[in-house]
């Protein structure tokens, strides 16, 4: 007798075949290593630290990517920029995934008028402009984002320098997850308006299980193929929206710095260092990449109507 086998492990086999994935799955895992394990690295310096004798200077063995304008080492502030920056893409989407799903499984499963009402909310703010709705929001957060960062510190006792930059991304975490989720509810609705009509959901109803229980226990579980895809492929995109904001000095504030500060000052200063832009941006460039193939390959693993083999 033939040994069965579930989804995950196709899914996995699949995936492993699939080369640009596999590739682009070991860039993100470097990555990740560099940004969050490397800084604790004794030979990586200070990213605050300033020598205006040695400014803009070009790659060396004390300074690998070189330095800044201020002379403040290139390569521990792109790795301290890589933090901020992936920090807002997981988090943030994950806040974007989370209301997403509870809200596009609740509308599809209610049906009828509930379903209408939620999805005509869904689409005026389709019809706003979303970077505007973005920007607004993050406003209308900042003030009682910062009175948190105060409670914080008279409650823990630490340090402001550490606990201030975590605590001033808090504005950007709720502003973009708490916009980003319009597209997930689309696609997890229509994921759930297809499989409540299946026989699993009609025997579970027979039994007398409650709404709510057939909803997460027998429904939602079978869209984490969709909501899997959606993540990796969305990560990328808020990710570039936090370049756009602090392009424009609306998202990460000095001191702290991400990879879209980096490249607005390696824009600014593009004449005489080019290396302050050149890392940042391959950087950058390497994850989007790398979470995009990761996304398409993830997309034909976990379906088998468009797997290759």
Known sequence: MEKGTSLWKDAWHRLAHNRAAIVSLGVLIVILLLCFIGPLMPFVKSPTAINLANSTAGPSAAHWFGTDQLGRDLFSRVLYGGQVSLLVGIVATAVAVFIG????????????????????????????????????????????????????IKTTGFERDRVAPITTLIPLFIAIGSIGWLTIARIVRAQVMAFKKQEFV??????????????????????IGPIIIYTTLAVPGIMLLESVLSFLGLGVKPPNSSWGILIKEGADRMEISWLMLFFPSLFFASTLFALNFLGDGLRDALDPKSAKD
């Open 101 to 152: 799903v509870i809200y596009g499984a609740v509308a599809g499963y209610a049906g009828g008028k509930i379903d209408d009402l939620l999805m005509r909310f869904v689409d005026i703010l389709f019809a706003l402009p979303f970077l505007v709705l973005v920007i607004l929001f993050a406003l209308v957060v900042d003030k009682p984002a910062s009175e948190f960062t105060e409670w914080v």
């Open 202 to 223: 009609e025997a579970a109803v027979s039994l007398g299980l409650s709404r709510t229980r057939i909803l997460f226990r027998h429904i939602l579980p079978n869209v």
